[in-house]
């Protein structure tokens, strides 16, 4: 069987161009023909992606379209005779970029239009999560599914040689880590607000690492910076690394005390699983998909109290025997998106199943409450949004 995936842009370190890639790498383990084609390809990616100006791209007997932003992509997709199934990594909703980038407001605005017309022309519609499968569900997409991110782990757990990264890195400070873009659904401004309660009422030896881009929305990230002026914080705590290559990545990773996440609007994020294979603690607000990733892993809570999250981040930080049961929960959760499970929902995909939460093993673990001092320790268990 040809089975083909779209992707408007292939991008290296791209949670939904990776995530297309290792699923194209898993068909054909399975014996199918695959390819992966993109509007635009990374210089880097050239020849392991194909152009979707290629006439093969409409041969495929199925092909999957990653949708995540408006692109020529989508009609095409809708125009195809048979074999549709979309995968929906969520949109950012549009009232995030109001206050920042009106260009931004109006591609997240379209994004929804234009993934509204694709409605009775697709064979099936799967979200990377139940969250996102509700919002197409509403939309009127039917049949609908889910299927989660394929993410590559290898990258997070590879031995790497950086020592002069390594150098700084292990030192004196409590490394909090965040992986993704400098984008207002991430929340940042709430990482630096965190850090100033840690500071006052926890430890003074901390740093703050971002990895990610941070020029995407750029006055947000001014809006940060002026936060960081506001609270008189030492620049060389908060580190804003850029892009960075996957050598580096996973020496973040591996130095890091504790995974921090305070988005407000997430469609999966693949940085949890990164940070679960990594064996880095996770303190994450209970928002959007996010508990469904961890599944009742990592430490969540709600409502956003941050100075009770500042002292959650200490007791991850230097309490060894949460640590430990936290990383074991995390590890047990992690399994459920190993490539074993991942073939196993392709294969009822290929057979005309509809990936189901109840079958696939994502059905997140309740957490406790919901109040004030309430968490899940999981010691049982642009406009794109991935």
């Not at 390809?41 to 152009?51: C, M, S």
């Not at 407001?105 to 994004?111: Q, S």
């Not at 490394?175 to 003074?204: C, M, Q, T, W």
């Not at 705590?237 to 996440?261: K, N």
């Amino acid at each position: 069987m040809i089975v083909n995936q779209w992707v408007p842009a292939a991008h290296h370190g791209d949670a939904i161009g990776g995530s297309a890639r290792h699923i194209r790498d898993l068909l054909r383990d399975m014996g199918h023909r695959s390819e992966l084609y993109a509007l635009t390809i990374d210089e880097d990616l050239q020849g392991e992606v194909q152009p979707f100006s290629d006439p093969a791209s409409r041969e495929g007997d199925l092909t999957i379209f990653h949708y995540a932003l408006p692109s020529p992509m989508t009609n095409a997709f809708g125009s195809l005779p048979n074999g549709r199934i979309l995968q929906y990594h969520n949109v950012t909703p549009a009232h995030f970029f109001a206050p920042y980038d009106p260009a931004l407001f109006r591609l997240a605005t379209l994004a929804r239009r234009d993934l509204a017309s694709l409605v009775g022309r697709v064979d099936l519609a799967l979200g990377v999560s139940e969250y996102n499968r509700q919002e197409l569900q509403a939309l009127g997409f039917a049949p609908t599914g889910v299927f989660p991110l394929a993410v590559d782990t290898s990258r997070i757990t590879r031995k790497v040689e950086r020592p002069a990264l390594d150098r700084i890195l292990d030192d004196d400070f409590v490394n909090f880590l965040f992986v993704g873009r400098i984008a207002p659904n991430k929340a940042i401004e709430d990482h630096i607000r965190l850090a100033e309660h840690y500071k006052r009422y926890v430890d003074s030896h901390y740093r703050f690492i971002f990895v990610g881009r941070y020029d995407a929305v750029p006055r947000y990230y001014s809006t940060i910076r002026a936060l960081m002026s506001e609270y008189r914080m030492l620049n060389e705590r908060f580190v804003f690394t850029g892009p960075v290559p996957d050598e580096d990545l996973a020496l973040y990773y591996r130095h890091a005390a504790v995974y921090i996440s305070l988005s407000e609007h997430e469609g999966f994020c693949a940085p949890l699983v990164e940070a679960m294979a990594a064996d880095v603690p996770i303190l994450a607000y209970a928002a959007a998909a996010v508990p469904e990733t961890l599944g009742g892993a990592g430490l969540q809570f709600t409502p956003k109290d941050l100075e009770y999250a500042a002292e959650l981040a200490g007791a991850l930080a230097f309490d060894d025997d949460l640590r430990s049961r936290i990383i074991a929960g995390q590890r047990r959760r992690l399994a459920d998106f190993g490539d074993d499970h991942i073939v196993r929902r392709l294969g009822s995909i290929l057979r005309g199943g509809i990936p189901d939460l109840r079958q696939n093993g994502s059905v997140p673990r309740q957490a406790e409450g919901g109040q004030r001092g309430t968490s899940s320790a999981g010691v049982s268990g642009p406009p794109e949004s991935t």
